[in-house]
């Protein structure tokens, strides 16, 4: 994978799918004190760069540092984020301070998974796979104010497919995060996220055919039918570094583990080759205008 803010995200992959409404999040609690705040501004921009550490590709046991960026903001109330190769647009306009906020728009994602250097021989030797570009929605709900007054608990489901047809195929992804300031200056957020994918998804990135079995040693596999690939837990922590939260420079810090699942895992490209374990670490600078 050739951006770890796709990691967190995509398969959530993926601190594009994670970072980003977090650095949203803490510029909206991180303000001034209760009974000061001024109205809410409805045209904003944040801009992160940072990198990281992540696994070479879903299922890999290798490591590496991996460079990206991410995009966040609002246009007259309506959200857009960029995370890595992903585009989430929220065609609601949810009431200033609402309790209750609903998000539902069109995702674009491109999906890069093995389309670069692999540096296990064994995986390599199955050959690149196409970059998938994938078209969907994702919907979701937040309710503010559950444990004290500037926390939230959002509960989003997104739906991917591939049109280029490099899967011709789709991911489901539920996730539930549970966000809160620490401080005046400091936002946390932690996300519990998992992916259930078609067979064509699986069979490719998964399967090893015959001819695969003979260039690369490992034995052949075939995925059957759709299911769960993955489950994870994601922790962000964002620290303001200007005193306004909603303007200026912060720091990002972002770490996750997620455990293959299923015949995902017991694929011996997973299985041999690499490992079911994943995890991934990623910290980077924000700027928000």
């Not at 995200?9 to 001024?38: E, Y």
């Not at 064509?200 to 690369?216: C, K």
């Given at each position: 994978?050739?951006?770890?803010l796709h990691f967190v995200r995509a398969p959530l992959a993926m601190?594009?799918?994670?970072?980003?409404?977090?650095?949203?999040?803490?510029?909206?609690?991180?303000?001034?004190?209760?009974?000061?705040?001024?109205?809410?501004?409805?045209?904003?921009?944040?801009?992160?760069?940072?990198?990281?550490?992540?696994?070479?590709?879903?299922?890999?046991?290798?490591?590496?540092?991996?460079?990206?960026?991410?995009?966040?903001?609002?246009?007259?109330?309506?959200?857009?984020?960029?995370?890595?190769?992903?585009?989430?647009?929220?065609?609601?306009?949810?009431?200033?301070?609402?309790?209750?906020?609903?998000?539902?728009?069109p995702v674009v994602q491109v999906r890069l998974e093995r389309t670069g250097k692999i540096r296990d021989p064994r995986v390599a030797a199955?050959?690149?796979?196409?970059?998938?570009?994938?078209?969907?929605?994702?919907?979701?709900?937040?309710?503010?104010?559950?444990?004290?007054?500037?926390?939230?608990?959002?509960?989003?489901?997104?739906?991917?497919?591939?049109?280029?047809?490099?899967?011709?195929?789709?991911?489901?992804?539920?996730?539930?995060?549970?966000?809160?300031?620490?401080?005046?200056?400091?936002?946390?957020?932690?996300?519990?996220?998992?992916?259930?994918?078609?067979?064509?998804?699986?069979?490719?990135?998964?399967?090893?055919?015959?001819?695969?079995?003979?260039?690369?040693?490992?034995?052949?596999?075939?995925?059957?039918?759709?299911?769960?690939?993955?489950?994870?837990?994601?922790?962000?922590?964002?620290?303001?570094?200007?005193?306004?939260?909603?303007?200026?420079?912060?720091?990002?810090?972002?770490?996750?583990?997620?455990?293959?699942?299923?015949?995902?895992?017991?694929?011996?490209?997973?299985?041999?080759?690499?490992?079911?374990?994943?995890?991934?670490?990623?910290?980077?600078?924000?700027?928000?205008?």
């Amino acid at each position: 994978m050739s951006n770890i803010l796709h990691f967190v995200r995509a398969p959530l992959a993926m601190i594009a799918a994670l970072a980003l409404p977090g650095v949203a999040a803490a510029q909206t609690v991180a303000g001034p004190p209760q009974g000061a705040a001024p109205p809410p501004d409805r045209n904003s921009l944040t801009i992160g760069l940072g990198g990281g550490i992540g696994p070479d590709y879903e299922g890999s046991n290798e490591t590496s540092f991996q460079p990206g960026g991410v995009v966040q903001g609002q246009v007259d109330g309506f959200d857009f984020q960029v995370r890595g190769t992903n585009l989430y647009v929220d065609l609601l306009r949810d009431a200033p301070r609402a309790r209750t906020a609903l998000t539902l728009g069109p995702v674009v994602q491109v999906r890069l998974e093995r389309t670069g250097k692999i540096r296990d021989p064994r995986v390599a030797a199955l050959g690149d796979r196409k970059t998938a570009v994938e078209l969907g929605a994702y919907a979701g709900v937040s309710q503010r104010g559950v444990l004290n007054r500037y926390d939230s608990v959002n509960v989003e489901l997104a739906f991917l497919h591939d049109v280029a047809g490099a899967h011709r195929s789709f991911l489901l992804t539920p996730s539930v995060s549970y966000s809160t300031p620490l401080s005046r200056r400091t936002f946390a957020r932690a996300i519990v996220s998992a992916d259930y994918v078609g067979e064509g998804y699986g069979r490719t990135y998964f399967d090893v055919t015959a001819a695969g079995a003979a260039a690369s040693g490992l034995a052949p596999y075939a995925v059957s039918g759709s299911g769960f690939k993955s489950a994870g837990l994601t922790g962000l922590v964002v620290q303001d570094l200007g005193g306004d939260g909603r303007k200026g420079l912060g720091l990002f810090a972002l770490a996750g583990y997620k455990r293959m699942l299923g015949q995902y895992a017991d694929s011996p490209i997973v299985r041999d080759a690499g490992s079911a374990n994943q995890g991934f670490a990623v910290a980077g600078l924000t700027y928000s205008f």
